[in-house]
C-alpha cells in the first residue's frame, strides 16, 4: 500500500473501507475500490482521515477481504449462509435449527498464528434459525499470506465448524411411582415434557404412568419401543433409595449405561443410556419444579443425532452449575458450557 494526502488521491482507488460513526450508525462510507473524486474530500477530512491508502501490488500481502474470504473457504459448513465480505470480517448465520459444533483446538490454532481471528458460538451451543454463529477477520488491513497458507494447511481435511440440524424423533414417556400411580398425587411431568418436546421435531408415541414395580415399567417402555419410539424418557425413581427402580428398569430393558449422575446442578440424578442405538434419559425431579436443568441441556444433543459419551458428561462440571436467576434466560449464560 501507498499512504499519500486526501488532496493527491483524486482519481486513486482506495485499497481499503472507510468506515464513520454518527448518530449510532457505523458503516462505510467508502468502500474498498472507490476511486476518489474531489467532492470527496471534505467528507473525508470530517471523518479524520488525512491520509488515505492506495494499493500497490506487493508479493507475499493480502488483502483483508481477500483473506477473510480465504478464512471462510477453509471452514466450509453446511446449513449456514454467510454475510460480507464487509469492513474486512465475514459472518456466519445459521440457515437450520440445529447444535452447532466447533473444534475448540483447531480454533485456538488458527488464533494463535498472528493476525487472524476468528470468533463463534461456544461448542455444544443450540443454535435457532437465523442465529450469528462465527465472524472472521484479520487484524491489519493487510497480512502476509503465510499466514493464510499456515491457516488452510491446519485445516486440511478438519472441519473447524458444523451445524447439525434437529432430527425427527419418536419419543416414548415412562412416569413412574406408586403415588402417582395410585392417584394419591397429581402428575405434574407429562406437561413439562410436552412442552419440551414441542421445541423438536418429535412426535410423542405414547405416556405411560407406571407403579413401583420393575416388570411394568419394563413393559411400558417395550411397549414404546414396539410402536416406533427412537427416545425414551424416564422419570421419578431416580435417586439413590433402595425402592428407586427406574435404574434397574432400565437396565432389564437391556440398555447399557454411561452414568447414572453428571457433575451438575440442577439435575445431579440424570441418568444417560443407549439400548444400541436408541438414546435413554433418565430425569429427576427438578425438571418439573425448575425451568431449566440438565435435561434442557441434553436435548439438543440427542435431537442433533449426537451420541453422549461419559468423557463429555464428565466436561458438564465445568459451567454445570446453574445461577438459578431469577429470569431464566438458557442458552444465553454459562449453565451447559462444556
Not at 467528507?43 to 481477500?66: C, M, P, Q, S
Not at 487472524?116 to 443450540?126: E, F, N, R, V
Request: overall charge negative.
Amino acid at each position: 500500500m501507498k499512504k499519500i494526502k486526501v488532496e493527491d488521491a483524486i482519481g486513486m482507488e482506495l485499497c481499503h473501507d472507510i468506515t464513520q460513526m454518527k448518530d449510532g450508525f457505523k458503516g462505510a462510507i467508502f468502500t474498498r475500490g472507490h476511486v476518489i473524486r474531489e467532492e470527496d474530500i471534505p467528507v473525508l477530512l470530517d471523518v479524520g482521515k488525512r491520509t488515505v491508502f492506495v494499493w500497490e501490488e506487493n508479493a507475499g500481502e493480502i488483502h483483508e477481504e481477500d483473506a477473510a474470504l480465504r478464512m471462510a473457504a477453509m471452514a466450509p459448513v453446511d446449513h449456514v449462509s454467510k454475510k460480507g465480505p464487509s469492513e474486512g470480517k465475514i459472518l456466519y448465520f445459521a440457515e437450520e435449527e440445529g447444535l452447532w459444533r466447533v473444534d475448540t483446538e483447531l480454533l485456538r490454532r488458527i488464533n494463535s498464528i498472528g493476525d487472524l481471528t476468528i470468533c463463534a458460538l461456544p461448542d455444544h451451543y443450540p443454535v435457532k434459525k437465523g442465529a450469528r454463529l462465527a465472524s472472521m477477520r484479520i487484524v491489519p488491513l493487510v497480512t502476509q499470506e503465510t499466514q493464510i497458507l499456515q491457516a488452510e494447511q491446519l485445516c486440511f481435511g478438519k472441519k473447524l465448524f458444523d451445524l447439525k440440524p434437529y432430527l425427527h424423533k419418536k419419543v416414548g414417556v415412562i412416569i413412574t411411582g406408586s403415588e402417582v400411580y395410585s392417584g394419591r398425587i397429581q402428575d405434574k411431568f407429562e406437561p413439562v415434557v410436552r412442552a419440551k418436546m414441542a421445541q423438536y421435531p418429535s412426535e410423542i408415541v405414547g405416556i405411560t404412568i407406571c407403579d413401583d414395580d420393575l416388570e411394568m415399567i419394563t413393559a411400558a417402555a417395550r411397549k414404546h419401543l414396539d410402536h416406533g419410539a427412537e427416545f425414551l424418557i424416564f422419570t421419578g425413581g431416580m435417586s439413590v433409595d433402595p425402592d428407586d427402580l427406574t435404574p434397574t428398569a432400565i437396565r432389564m430393558l437391556g440398555a447399557d449405561i454411561v452414568t447414572h449422575g453428571v457433575p451438575s446442578q440442577p439435575g445431579n440424578m440424570t441418568l444417560v443410556a443407549y439400548l444400541d442405538d436408541i438414546p435413554i434419559l433418565g430425569v429427576p425431579g427438578a425438571a418439573i419444579s425448575l425451568p431449566t436443568t440438565i435435561f434442557d441441556v441434553l436435548l439438543p444433543q440427542i435431537f442433533a443425532g449426537e451420541k453422549l459419551t461419559r468423557a463429555e458428561l464428565i466436561n458438564l462440571a465445568n459451567g454445570g452449575l446453574c445461577q438459578m436467576c431469577k429470569s431464566c434466560h438458557w442458552p444465553n449464560c454459562s449453565f451447559g458450557r462444556y
